[in-house]
């Protein structure tokens, strides 16, 4: 009889336990999570060969998580730009509003590429979680770009190609608000149904990010028993490169944006929308911030609320600067690092692409940077079982991001405003003279 096994088997049941009064004590996921990173620290490091039991557990909230991408992406993105209303909307702010978006996540995604290079994050780490895992090697570009497209969505699905789904949902969006445009009887059933089982997915989500302890417990454990302390290391040095990465955002990207395009004091902005980053920062769920983000934007920031009303659901939903982008080519970077996978320039460039790509259909609830990070990784052919080391210290990542991810739906908020602003000063100035 294995003394050790059956010890490693109670105790790992009573760290279960502990989660699980944490979680329910706390009402809140994170101090969960992180009770389940320091619990499945200790358990590996004592009970080490004796808790590989726990990599079924593991890999069956793995499952969960794959379960629920491909629906959820499909029909957020369909959800997010039937807010668009009309093709009028599409045409003028809605064009517009996507554009900075998903540009402001390219950025990001290279960014996150940058600094993850810089701190050679994974290298050195071996992790024994994917013994059965073959590199294949990145495709050329001709071969993505067909890849990219639905031939068969139904084939796609099955194959768990998230590209050519979020091609396809975007043609059904774009075809039901074009004819919502012409009769909108005649879509409502199916624009009813996107909307209620937007509300179904999502819930389904919550149910699954609900285990996202446990699961990590599991993970965690396993990983930590089979490949030592070393793991450890490699997590602070993940969290170190989110959070500068999301620094560099503000100094690149928002700050030149928001003085140069938008001709605003970046200083008076963030102090305006200051309330909305406090809770994304603290709530991690940038649909729970929405109340207060369009608050902010309206009565201190001076965004016209019309604007402010239509463009943060929108951000709330897709592109998605940190979730979409950095975070998700920074966890490539690392995964491929541990796997001993070389990428080259090309690879990188199509990190890069797969983010905008995919940070279309990102929901904005807790978690939805694992289901983007998913896409990425799903395109690049690199194993998930590497993002679940990440996922141990996500609530900690997740409120840097979060707050990125406001604070870029702010400033396309600012910017569209402004624009729209001036374009109806200079129509005005045109129709005066002409008379």
């Known amino acids: 009889m294995n003394i050790e096994l059956i010890l490693g088997i109670i105790f790992s049941v009573l760290a279960m336990i502990a989660i699980y009064a944490i979680k329910i004590k706390t009402n809140n996921p994170a101090y969960a999570t992180l009770t389940a990173l320091g619990l499945g620290i200790v358990i590996g490091l004592i009970f080490k060969e004796n808790i590989l039991f726990l990599d079924t557990i593991g890999k069956g909230y793995m499952s969960l998580v794959k379960m629920i991408v491909i629906p959820l992406v499909m029909i957020s993105l ?56 073959v590199a294949r090697e990145v495709p050329k570009f001709s071969q993505v770009f067909l890849d990219m497209l639905p031939s068969n969505p139904v084939s796609s699905m099955v194959e768990g190609k998230i590209i ?56 965690l454990a396993k990983a930590i028993a089979k490949n030592g302390v070393d793991t450890l290391m490699s ?30 004091n970046p200083i008076k902005f963030f102090k305006a929308i200051s309330p909305a980053q406090i809770v994304a920062f603290t709530s991690q769920s940038s649909y729970g911030t929405l109340p207060v983000l369009i608050k902010s934007l309206v009565e201190r920031a001076g965004v016209s609320e019309n604007v402010a009303s ?82 141990a210290v996500d609530p900690v990542i997740d409120m840097m991001r979060t707050m990125t991810n406001v604070t870029g739906a702010a400033v396309t908020a600012l910017v569209v405003d402004e624009t729209e602003k001036r374009k109806l000063e200079k129509n005005g100035n045109n129709n005066i003279k002409a008379a």
């Open 310 to 391: 239509f463009v943060s659901p929108i951000g709330a939903s897709m592109g998605m600067n940190a979730c979409g982008g950095l975070y998700p080519a920074i966890v490539a970077i690392f995964v491929a690092n541990v796997f001993n996978i070389d990428l080259t320039i090309y690879s990188y460039v199509l990190i890069v692409l797969t983010t905008i790509i995919g940070s279309l259909g990102v929901a904005g609830v807790p978690g939805a940077a694992t289901m983007s990070t998913t896409v990425v990784l799903a395109t690049m052919g690199l194993p998930l079982e590497g993002m679940a080391i990440v996922m």
């Open 235 to 264: 997590l602070i040095w993940v969290i170190a490169a989110v959070y500068i990465a999301c620094i560099l955002q503000f100094l690149i990207v928002y700050i030149p944006i928001i003085t140069g395009v938008a001709k605003k």
């Open 78 to 133: 369909i959800n997010s730009i039937l807010k668009l209303k009309n093709l009028e909307t599409l045409k003028s702010i809605g064009v517009k509003t996507i554009g900075l978006l998903l540009g402001t996540t390219g950025i990001a995604g290279a960014i996150g590429v940058v600094v993850a290079l810089s701190l050679n994050l994974g290298q050195g780490i071996g992790f024994e979680g994917a013994g059965d895992f």
């Open 164 to 219: 050519p789904i979020i091609i396809f949902s975007l043609f059904i969006a774009v075809a039901l608000i074009i004819e919502d445009d012409r009769n909108n009887e005649r879509v409502k059933i199916i624009k009813d149904f996107v909307v209620s089982t937007h509300y179904i997915i999502n819930r389904i989500t919550k149910m699954v990010l609900e285990l996202l302890p446990y699961g990590v417990f599991a993970l």
